[in-house]
């Protein structure tokens, strides 16, 4: 019966979101205006703006696709005992409770990205191709699903046998170990991300001696930000879109510069995005961002440990009997609220990180050519203009660009 209606409670928990998202998405589709803002109207002419809102929509309807794929999927696995049926199946080939995790886990993955590749396929070679996005070939996106199976499965494989472990072992207390050993985990990967991981699926190489490299030298110095690592990705092998990222702490900070962000901006732009990723540093959001995600864990963690040996949460997926894995499955299902709810907080912190990160690049460098630099990043990803508020409010990491120029107009006056 508990388990019954704890299945009730998860369908309606997905069917709501669902809803919600959905309607999200259509408003902020239908919000697209053929009015450029003023202070925009230098970012697009007339038929890169076409251009731009024939992108999104054409995103926006994609996206409707999938998220409506895999909403039905996860109700039918879930209506029909799905998750619990392959788990069963999985135990004629171990009962290990280890072993049968990593066995559920690696197949269940493999299963969602054979069913889901045809998407992929599309959304890169077909919309991402249409717009001159695209530059990855067949090769390249092969090489990239290999890559990212033995990723998933060893980091993944290592995860899941550590929880599971320390799960039996200590029993309902072991959520303070499992979150020392997450939380070192996460503190690893924020350190030596860019050095272990990004060079498995991209090229990455000082930058080279010239005006900019000089340029940045005498910033940094300027500012006193010791940088050491300042490295070029070669992410025109994949996209056309430009980015820019900080990765790492103490001394093994580094910053990460897309060779297209090079190739398309001024050197005083490339200095002003440099000053803006160093705001963040200064500003300690790097640190901030690590603290506050290491105790989201450790809630989620502890809330676990409550129903980590609950029989009803493992039959709920159609399971014969209990299982951790199962259990967490279920659990996280539950949790997706939670989730969504802290989500939406982070969101609004990072917002207000990225307002504190330009005020930076502003007062140790200059406006104009940040403000120059977003609109060419802008143009160049066919961004939205005009998203509507709400779907700022609960999706955008970032202010939009009208918002950023308006701030950083309005502590210059």
Same mark, same amino acid.
Not at 51 to 62: D, G, I, N, P, W
Not at 77 to 96: I, K, P, R, W
Not at 286 to 292: A, K, P, V
């Given at each position: 019966?508990?388990?019954?209606?704890?299945?009730?409670?998860?369908?309606?928990?997905?069917?709501?979101?669902?809803?919600?998202?959905?309607?999200?998405?259509?408003? %902020? $589709?239908?919000?697209?205006?053929?009015?450029?803002?003023?202070?925009?109207?230098?970012?697009?002419?007339?038929?890169?703006?076409?251009?731009?809102?024939?992108?999104?929509?054409?995103?926006? #309807?994609?996206?409707?696709?999938?998220?409506?794929?895999?909403?039905?999927?996860?109700?039918?696995?879930?209506?029909?005992?799905?998750?619990?049926? *392959? %788990?069963?199946? +999985?135990?004629?080939?171990?009962?290990?409770?280890?072993?049968?995790? !990593?066995?559920?886990?690696?197949?269940?993955?493999?299963?969602?990205?054979?069913?889901? *590749?045809?998407?992929? +396929?599309?959304?890169?070679?077909?919309?991402?191709? #249409?717009?001159?996005?695209?530059?990855?070939?067949?090769?390249?996106?092969?090489? /990239?699903?290999?890559?990212?199976?033995?990723?998933?499965?060893?980091?993944?494989?290592?995860?899941?046998?550590?929880? !599971?472990?320390?799960?039996? $072992?200590?029993?309902?207390?072991? $959520?303070?170990?499992? $979150?020392?050993?997450?939380?070192?985990?996460? +503190?690893?990967?924020?350190?030596?991300?860019?050095?272990?991981?990004?060079?498995?699926?991209?090229? !990455?190489?000082?930058?080279?001696?010239?005006?900019?490299?000089?340029?940045?030298?005498?910033?940094?110095?300027?500012?006193?930000?010791?940088? /050491?690592?300042?490295?070029?990705?070669?992410?025109?092998?994949?996209? @056309?879109? =430009?980015? @820019?990222?900080?990765?790492?702490?103490?001394?093994?900070?580094?910053?990460?510069?897309?060779?297209?962000?090079?190739? /398309?901006?001024?050197?005083?732009?490339?200095?002003?995005? !440099?000053?803006?990723?160093?705001?963040?540093?200064?500003?300690?959001?790097?640190?901030?961002?690590?603290?506050?995600?290491? +105790?989201?864990?450790?809630?989620?963690?502890?809330?676990?440990?409550?129903?980590?040996?609950?029989?009803? *949460?493992?039959?709920?997926?159609?399971?014969?009997?209990?299982?951790?894995?199962?259990?967490?499955?279920?659990?996280?299902?539950?949790?997706?609220?939670?989730?969504?709810?802290?989500?939406?907080?982070?969101?609004?912190?990072?917002?207000?990180?990225?307002?504190?990160?330009?005020?930076? @690049?502003?007062?140790?460098?200059?406006? =104009?050519?940040?403000?120059?630099?977003?609109?060419? *990043?802008?143009? %160049?990803?066919?961004?939205?203009?005009?998203?509507?508020?709400?779907?700022?409010?609960?999706?955008?990491?970032?202010?939009?660009?009208?918002?950023?120029?308006?701030?950083?107009?309005?502590?210059?006056?």
């Amino acid at each position: 019966m508990f388990a019954s209606s704890l299945l009730v409670i998860i369908l309606s928990i997905i069917i709501v979101e669902f809803i919600l998202d959905f309607i999200v998405e259509f408003i %902020n $589709w239908k919000h697209q205006t053929d009015v450029i803002p003023a202070k925009l109207a230098d970012v697009y002419d007339a038929e890169k703006y076409a251009k731009s809102q024939a992108y999104q929509a054409e995103q926006t #309807k994609f996206g409707f696709l999938t998220s409506s794929f895999s909403f039905i999927l996860s109700l039918l696995m879930l209506v029909f005992g799905g998750f619990g049926a *392959l %788990n069963n199946y +999985l135990t004629q080939f171990s009962n290990h409770p280890i072993v049968l995790a !990593l066995l559920f886990s690696a197949v269940l993955f493999i299963i969602n990205d054979i069913i889901t *590749l045809p998407f992929a +396929l599309y959304g890169t070679f077909v919309i991402e191709e #249409k717009y001159g996005f695209n530059k990855m070939t067949i090769k390249t996106f092969v090489l /990239d699903k290999i890559k990212g199976y033995g990723l998933t499965f060893v980091l993944g494989g290592i995860i899941i046998s550590a929880l !599971l472990y320390t799960v039996m $072992w200590l029993g309902p207390q072991f $959520w303070i170990a499992a $979150w020392v050993l997450i939380s070192v985990f996460i +503190l690893f990967i924020n350190m030596f991300y860019t050095t272990l991981i990004v060079p498995i699926f991209n090229k !990455l190489e000082p930058l080279e001696d010239g005006n900019l490299k000089s340029a940045i030298t005498n910033y940094c110095q300027k500012v006193n930000f010791s940088l /050491d690592n300042l490295f070029v990705i070669d992410g025109s092998k994949r996209s @056309a879109k =430009a980015n @820019a990222y900080f990765s790492g702490l103490g001394p093994k900070k580094k910053v990460v510069l897309y060779d297209t962000l090079i190739k /398309d901006h001024t050197e005083d732009e490339l200095v002003a995005v !440099l000053a803006h990723e160093v705001g963040h540093y200064k500003r300690k959001h790097i640190i901030q961002t690590l603290i506050i995600g290491i +105790l989201q864990t450790g809630i989620m963690l502890f809330l676990f440990s409550f129903f980590a040996f609950n029989a009803d *949460l493992s039959t709920t997926l159609g399971a014969d009997k209990s299982y951790i894995h199962l259990n967490l499955m279920t659990f996280g299902l539950l949790y997706s609220p939670i989730s969504t709810f802290l989500g939406i907080f982070m969101m609004l912190l990072s917002r207000k990180n990225e307002y504190e990160a330009d005020d930076f @690049a502003k007062n140790t460098f200059a406006a =104009a050519p940040l403000i120059s630099a977003l609109k060419k *990043l802008s143009a %160049n990803n066919l961004s939205n203009l005009t998203p509507h508020p709400l779907y700022v409010f609960l999706h955008y990491s970032h202010p939009t660009l009208l918002q950023r120029i308006e701030n950083m107009e309005k502590n210059n006056s």
